[in-house]
Structure formats: structure tokens, C-alpha cells
């Protein structure tokens, strides 16, 4: 996993300095709306775990989803997450490491990729993030937001149950928040602590383990959110940035069963599952890649998106 512990006061004066014009496409009518958009990224999540995140896994029966949409290449936790996040495939310019850095900050700039929340500033929507201390450390947390353009930031020290109890707490402290993304950290650690998969080629008990983790946690959200995503006023989005676990020539210092960077579907493949009132339950077909995450976000908001950016995932609403 990618840390940003030196980087975020570079990175927050060069947010603050010039950039490519932002240009903003029309709002186009989307299928499916949403008052609330909660995206819950998780870290390590190989497409073939879905059967390991029990609740997110039954949650498919009502769900847009489909367990092989397509992360970029190398399947890395940061340029996966900035592409994740802005819409745009980062590494076609260059952004191909793990470590944030204010390069990486100019190019974005510069190339006017902005994360999603800046869409959601420019539309007067407030946002907030909740991710792990092991990310963005506390004392950073101010020049993170500057950067990621985040109304609020909550940085936690702890793993998937913590990361929990603080979204719900910060959902219930601040209903004015509209645009949510909550990262867990897990089985990302799991994975290259004790390996995806072991030599025989099956998921490690501890990756396992991890996953059940973060499945425990999200179903303590959705717990505290069903009611207003059946009543339509939100959706729920679970997405992964990479896999683990077949990193053979990434030359990470580590054996090939614990890291990552590849084309190998156990790399590459991730899960995403998308539950709201008014979509038709499906299972995508057809090429479907970590950049239409943002724009999903943002469709489903109504928000106006870069006209640069990738196509929202095609939805179809209830008839």
C-alpha cells in the first residue's frame, strides 16, 4: 500500500497553484439518482473473494455488479486509487509508482485530472473520506484535504471495525454529506503480510480472515443505511482497487504470491457492486473499468462531470 506520509505539504501547495482548466460536461440524465453516495473501496480485494465478503456477496441479488471489472496497469494501490477517483487512467500519463509525490500531483494538475470531490465542491455538495492512519497521518490530515479537495477528512487508527464506527458516527454527526468514500486497509495488509494465495494457488486462511473483517464492518454499515437506500435517498457502491497475489516481476522486494502489479486476472480483477432503489438488479457484461467509478458517483448525484473523464457505469432503472 502507497504511504503519503511526506508528501501531503508539497502536494498541498501545488493543489493550491495552477492548473489545467477544469472543463465540465452537461449534466446528461442518469437512470438511476441518489440524495447519497457512500463508495467503499477495499484495499487487496481480488474479484474471486466476492464469495468471502458474505454480506457484500448477498447484497448481489439486488445489485448492478459484476466481479471482473478491470483495475489499470500495474495494479497498484495509488495509480488505481487516482484513476479510481478521478476518472481518468493516470498511468497513460506516467503515473505508474506506488509513492505519492509532488510530480504525481503536478501531472494531475497540469492534465486536469481532479478527484471526485472537487466535482462535488463545484457542484455545493459536501463530501468527506474516512480512511486509516497508516494512509494519511493525523497531522497531515489538513494538507490532505487540500489536496483531494475533501470537506471532511476522518483519519483512524485502527482496521475495519474502527474505520466503520467512525463513517457511521461522522453519517450521523453531519447529514449534510452527500458524497461518502470510506477505504479499509485489511486484506490489503493481509495480502502482503501473509500472501493472496498460498503455493497450491487457494486464498490464505489470514487473507481470508481479513476479508471477513472488512465484511463484518461493512455489514454493520449497511445495518445503519438499508433503510435509506430502500427508501432511494442512498446508494451503496463496493469496489477494490487491485489483487494480490500473482506479482511475479514486480520487484517489490517480495515473493510473488504477496504483492502485486500485473495483468494476471488475480491482479487485475476486481469486484464492484453498486445497490440502489431504482436499479435494475444485473450483472454487467462487457468491459468495465476503475475509471467509471468516479463518474458513477457523480451521475448518480447529478453532478456535471469533466468532459476528460470515463463513461458512469451503464445502469437501467426500474420500470
Known amino acids: 500500500m502507497a504511504s503519503l506520509r511526506s508528501t501531503f505539504p508539497a502536494l498541498a501547495a501545488l493543489a493550491l497553484a495552477g492548473c489545467a482548466e477544469l472543463k465540465m460536461a452537461p449534466v446528461e440524465e442518469y437512470p438511476v439518482t441518489a440524495q447519497r453516495v457512500i463508495l467503499i473501496s477495499i484495499d487487496g480485494a481480488r474479484a474471486d473473494a466476492l464469495p468471502y465478503l458474505a454480506t457484500v456477496a448477498s447484497l448481489t441479488g439486488r445489485a448492478v455488479w459484476t466481479d471482473a471489472m478491470q483495475t489499470v496497469l500495474p495494479a497498484l494501490t495509488l495509480p488505481a486509487h487516482l484513476s479510481m477517483l478521478s476518472g481518468r487512467d493516470v498511468t497513460q500519463y506516467g503515473i505508474t509508482q506506488n509513492a505519492m509525490d509532488a510530480g504525481i500531483a503536478a501531472v494531475m494538475r ?53 474505520l466503520a464506527s467512525a463513517a457511521i458516527a461522522l453519517l450521523r454527526a453531519d447529514t449534510s ?56 435517498h442512498t446508494a451503496l457502491i463496493v469496489t477494490a482497487d487491485h489483487g494480490g497475489g500473482h506479482g511475479e516481476g514486480c520487484n517489490t ?19 464492484f457492486v453498486l445497490v440502489a432503489k431504482s436499479a435494475t438488479p444485473s450483472r454487467l457484461t462487457g468491459d468495465v473499468t476503475i475509471t467509471q467509478v468516479a463518474p458513477t458517483v457523480g451521475a448518480l448525484l447529478g453532478l456535471p462531470l469533466p468532459e476528460r473523464a470515463a463513461r458512469p457505469v451503464e445502469l437501467r432503472g426500474v420500470q
Not at 480512511?131 to 487508527?157: N, Y
Not at 477505504?183 to 487473507?207: I, L, N, Q
Not at 522486494?253 to 469486484?271: K, N, S, V, W
Open 253 to 271: 522486494g517480495e515473493a510473488p504470491t504477496h504483492t502485486h502489479c500485473t495483468a494476471h486476472a488475480g491482479d487485475r480483477l476486481i469486484p
Open 177 to 232: 454529506v452527500r458524497m461518502m468514500f470510506i477505504h479499509f486497509p485489511d486484506a490489503d495488509f493481509a495480502g502482503h503480510t501473509y500472501g493472496w494465495v498460498g503455493s497450491g494457488g487457494a486464498h490464505t486462511p489470514a487473507y481470508r480472515a481479513a476479508l471477513a473483517r472488512v465484511d463484518s464492518a461493512i455489514a454493520t454499515l449497511w445495518s445503519e443505511i438499508a433503510s435509506s437506500v430502500d427508501a432511494g
Open 110 to 162: 497540469l492534465n486536469g485530472m481532479t478527484p471526485m470531490f472537487e466535482w462535488a465542491r463545484i457542484a455545493g455538495i459536501r463530501s468527506a473520506a474516512v480512511a486509516g492512519m497508516s494512509l494519511i497521518p493525523a497531522a497531515q490530515r489538513a494538507e490532505a484535504q487540500a489536496f483531494f479537495g475533501v470537506d471532511t477528512l476522518v483519519a483512524t487508527d485502527g482496521d475495519a471495525p474502527a
